[in-house]
């Protein structure tokens, strides 16, 4: 079955620009969503179908998907963007399954 | 504005069966796929289950194929998780999720607070 891979964690210092990645064989020819959560609360998607954010989501997150790799990119990063983030690809019509990433913690110094 | 609230979560023995609800406010519930994702003690995002906008198709993760039942009532603005058989290894946070109106390509917009579920004895 189809698995997305993420690195387990990033760390990056405030203001500086964080990037964490979503591996997957093909994966620009589905459609990557993004979802940060935080501990005790719900997760929210702050990208969707690769590059889509949502109304209230700062213009800081961004998203791109290019050949096996799609990429959330958040500049001018803040200490309340410490949280692990997860993507997301629906599997396939013959599978009906969504899936998720492994996580990816980030950490702002 | 939307709102989706979890209910029936707590301690059951492994075995046994519990299920969880979830009550939908602020959209056209009779239009939106809706899903269940869990989440264990320390590990990441699991989606469990999904059920179509009107109720006739559902589909779930292998682990709990033949003992998780999706089900809503579409009168009643409510999603239903009829879990059985339950192991320990289904103890995790169950979130209900909003999908969209088809069932491929799709993402989820909107997420309930979620009701912990405890499989101990």
């Known amino acids: 079955s189809y698995v997305l891979t993420q690195p387990p964690a990033v760390s990056v210092a405030p203001g500086q620009t964080a990037r964490i990645t979503c591996g997957g064989n093909?994966?620009?020819?589905?459609?990557v969503h993004w979802y940060q959560k935080k501990p005790g609360r719900a997760p929210v998607v702050v990208v969707h179908d690769d590059s889509d954010r949502p109304s209230g989501i700062p213009e800081r997150f961004s998203g791109s998907n290019s050949g096996n790799t799609a990429t959330l990119t958040i500049t001018r990063v803040e200490v309340g963007d410490e949280a692990d983030y997860y993507c997301?690809?629906?599997?396939?019509?013959?599978?009906?399954?969504?899936?998720f990433g492994g996580g990816t913690k980030l950490t702002v110094l | 504005q939307v709102q989706l609230v979890e209910s029936g979560g707590g301690v059951v023995q492994p075995g046994r069966s519990l299920r969880l609800s979830c009550a939908a406010s602020?959209?056209?519930?009779?239009?939106?796929?809706m899903h269940w994702v869990r989440q264990a003690p320390g590990k990441g995002l699991e989606w469990v289950a999904v059920v179509s906008y009107d109720g006739r198709d559902q589909f779930y993760t292998d682990s709990v194929k033949g003992r998780f039942t999706v089900s809503r009532d579409n009168s009643r603005n409510t999603l239903y998780l009829d879990m059985s058989g339950l192991r320990a290894e289904d103890t995790a946070v169950y979130y209900c999720?909003?999908?969209?109106?088809?069932?491929?390509?799709?993402?989820?917009?909107?997420w309930g607070q979620g009701a912990l579920v405890t499989v101990s004895s």
């Open positions: 999720a909003r999908g969209q109106h088809q069932l491929a390509e799709s993402h989820f917009d909107y």
């Open positions: 602020g959209f056209t519930f009779s239009s939106y796929a």
């Open positions: 997301q690809v629906w599997g396939s019509s013959r599978d009906h399954l969504w899936l």
């Open positions: 093909n994966i620009e020819t589905k459609s």
